[in-house]
């Protein structure tokens, strides 16, 4: 099996040209997703805000006592080392074709009960010009199907952004929703602790309900660009892989739909 670099094999990066795509499995080891997701933990269990990063109210929703952590890399070292450590480098590298810069991460927990995220592309938020986002997207525990998994829709990367119409808000916390090409079907990803799911910013991807009575589907993703990109969304705030602040100037315009300066999303 030929390897190109940190464990993404040749047949992974034509996966990914192929279908916008790939996973590379046990990149990070069950004892560093652990770390992190005690970190989390932590967090959440101090019940304390902190503005702009994580800010949990009261509510009958799951996500109200469990809202992801926004840019959690500004406020965790760990997160930091995490969002630019050399291994996903080395596979951002060989998938993006240049040097990197790490746009955001984010931490979900997304504990049982809690809705999904209807289909919908990255790109549409992160407005990247010229080029894509790439998203790394690492397991930390068992994911599927019953916990609210992602589910991606192979081959959306090489069509244009969609404008998408008005998601279901019973089952999904975000307003987008991408119906699936005509011919096309979103797909689940099932993954182990210290997977991570690569994919291009504008597949389209989403995820259903965790429909589990106890089991939470945490996950930490960071967002990804070339080098080469010139401009970004105001939200972003991008740095070199040595954790260099690097300012690019905020993507004009609202963007094809004219609503992507709505609140920044993500996968979930």
């Not at 990255?122 to 609210?148: M, Q, S």
Request: charged share 20%; with cysteine; net charge negative.
């Amino acid at each position: 099996m030929s390897v190109t670099g940190a464990g993404l094999t040749q047949a992974g990066l034509r996966q990914y040209e192929k279908d916008g795509f790939t996973v590379v499995p046990g990149l990070f080891g069950y004892g560093e997703v652990g770390r992190l997701c005690a970190e989390f933990a932590a967090l959440q269990a101090a019940g304390s805000s902190v503005p702009g990063h994580f800010e949990p109210r009261a509510g009958d929703d799951p996500l109200d006592r469990y809202p992801r952590v926004m840019h959690p890399h500004e406020i965790s070292a760990l997160a930091r080392r995490m969002l630019l450590d050399a291994r996903l480098r080395s596979v951002l590298e060989e998938l993006l074709g240049e040097e990197v810069l790490a746009a955001q991460s984010m931490f979900y927990f997304k504990p049982p009960g809690a809705r999904g995220q209807a289909l919908h592309q990255d790109n549409f938020y992160l407005r990247v010009e010229p080029g894509t986002c790439v998203a790394a997207w690492l397991a930390c525990e068992v994911i599927d199907r019953d916990n609210g998994g992602l589910e991606v829709v192979p081959g959306t990367h090489r069509m244009e952004l969609f404008c998408p119409d008005e998601a279901d808000e019973g089952v999904s916390f975000a307003r987008e929703y991408v119906p699936p090409p005509a011919g096309l079907a979103p797909v689940p990803v099932d993954m182990a602790p210290g997977d991570v799911l690569f994919f291009n910013g504008s597949l389209v991807h989403g995820s259903q309900p965790n429909r589990s009575s106890d089991r939470f589907r945490r996950s930490f993703i960071g967002h990804y660009v070339g080098r080469s990109a010139e401009r970004i969304g105001g939200y972003y705030r991008t740095l070199s892989m040595s954790g260099a602040r690097v300012s690019l100037p905020e993507s004009e315009g609202a963007g094809p739909c004219g609503t992507e300066f709505a609140s920044p999303s993500g996968p979930h």
